[in-house]
């Protein structure tokens, strides 16, 4: 069947619910065919996951694992730009029969070019690759694009008419978004952080050099490896950016000045995230995850390091922070997703184990826990009283490592009684699924596709 864009719609295939033990074995042939010769050691650890695979699924358990270990990324091979003038994505239309039900709602499946971020706002959908290309989505269908000059595209932050980008070159790019009527959705570079000015007047002083290695410097306010995370203090008008060069920077966006380097880890930063009471969370290669606190300084402020979460040998690979209930959630490449509670002085608070490879991303809203893994599924957990968490389903159909997550709330259908969202998943296997779910367990048993209920 043929779209109005010219391109090829594909419809999902309905099944019967896949029982426990073929949960992760199952693929999805009539919809996606996954690259075998794909190499999986390129996106996960390389030291191997810890965890068992035995392990009780749907637990929570207050112990912590062990000692720091490092964690190293394989730049990605895959470097080919997809042609800007013809659309390198086919769309799966939206199922016929949605009447606001729980599940798979639709999939967009990419010709090349396997997803590494994702970000929604406002109606849109970003998504953005290896391909450079980052890709905007309104109502599902193919909206807008933009296109970097290199660099992968690993993180994607949405703040008013500008957008941020991270990239594999360890550039942070910015584009504006046009809203005339005439150019709407139009994304025009706008610049990049730090700004062309500030490299040139930092250049020319020595102590704004850092050595990175032998006979190597690199100016403090610049990157030197791959961006591989970026998180926004809306309140106070601050970017944060972390790198696989060790360090979390701090950005003023109302100037784009770097305000500070921060040398964060031992290794690799693979996330961060800016939480409540102004603290900042980062997580990294070196197996631990660090507090980081906004604090006066003479005329200025500077971020102070506060407390030390997490030590152990597994790699930590996502964070996230649920600002209502004040809920810090680490995953990392044993498959365990830690927590810890800011009621408590930031005490553990648990462990969830829902999966049997290691944890890729995480994102939480409402009540709910989505953490998306290497073993391609997605768990959704509840948050109850008490913090004990229990994990309602598994959202199954990617045939590759879940990489992403964006969660809205479904204003279509979500009530005060009844909230539900809408998650948006990337994956390796090139696709973005669409999921809708729903706080109340008793909804989701009506599922048929895509779940695994508890």
């Known amino acids: 069947m043929r779209n109005d864009k010219g391109g090829t719609m594909i419809m999902e295939q309905r099944s019967s619910r896949p029982n426990l033990g073929t949960l992760f074995k199952q693929s999805e042939p ?39 270990s490092p964690y190293n990324y394989i730049m990605s091979p895959w470097n080919e730009a997809s042609p800007y003038t013809k659309s390198p994505w086919i769309t799966a239309s939206v199922l016929e029969t949605d009447f606001g039900q729980n599940g798979l709602i639709a999939s967009i499946l990419r010709e090349e070019g396997h997803i590494y971020s994702l970000a929604a706002s406002g109606g849109l959908l970003y998504t953005g690759s290896d391909s450079k290309n980052i890709r905007v989505w309104k109502n599902l269908n193919d909206f807008s694009g933009f296109k970097a000059k290199s660099g992968l595209v690993k993180a994607i932050i949405i703040v008013g008419d500008r957008v941020f980008t991270g990239h594999q070159d360890g550039k942070i790019r910015v584009w504006k978004v046009s809203t005339t009527k005439t150019n709407g959705g139009v994304h025009k570079r706008f610049g990049t952080l730090p700004t062309f000015k500030d490299v040139l007047k930092s250049s020319v002083k020595p102590k704004n050099y850092v050595e990175v290695r032998r006979n190597r410097s690199v100016l403090r306010i610049k990157h030197f490896d791959a961006v591989s995370c970026l998180s926004l203090n809306e309140e106070l008008g601050l970017l944060y950016s972390g790198s696989w060069d060790k360090t979390l920077k701090v950005w003023r966006l109302a100037n784009s000045k770097c305000l500070e380097s921060i040398d964060a880890h031992d290794d690799a930063i693979n996330s961060v995230v800016a939480g409540f009471d102004s603290l900042v969370f980062t997580g990294s290669a070196d197996g631990t995850v660090k507090v980081w606190k906004r604090e006066l300084e003479g005329k200025g402020t500077k971020h102070f390091l506060v407390q030390l979460l997490l030590k152990q040998e597994n790699a930590v690979t996502a964070l996230a922070v649920n600002q209502e209930s004040g809920v810090v959630y680490c995953g990392s490449s044993d498959g365990l997703v830690n927590f810890w509670e800011r009621e408590k ?5 648990g462990i969830l184990r829902g999966h049997k490879m290691a944890v890729l991303c995480l994102a939480t809203s ?25 994990c309602l389903s598994v959202l199954s159909g990617h045939t590759g490592p879940v990489k992403c997550l964006a969660v809205e709330e479904d204003d279509g259908t979500s009530t005060k009684t009844d909230r539900k969202w809408i998650v948006y998943s990337g994956s390796l296997d090139k696709s973005v699924k669409v999921w809708r779910v729903s706080e109340h367990a008793s909804d989701m048993k009506v599922i048929k596709q895509g779940f695994l209920n508890s």
């Open 30 to 68: 009539s919809l996606f065919s996954f690259n075998n010769n794909f190499n999986f050691e390129d996106e996960l650890p390389r030291r191997k996951s810890s965890a068992s695979m035995a392990s009780p699924r749907y637990s929570n358990s207050t112990t912590t694992s062990g000692e720091g």
């Open 345 to 349: 002085h930031l005490s553990h608070g």
């Open 366 to 390: 409402g009540n709910l826990v989505f953490s998306g893994s290497a073993d391609r599924s997605i768990c959704v957990w509840r948050r109850e009283e008490g913090c004990v968490h229990n």
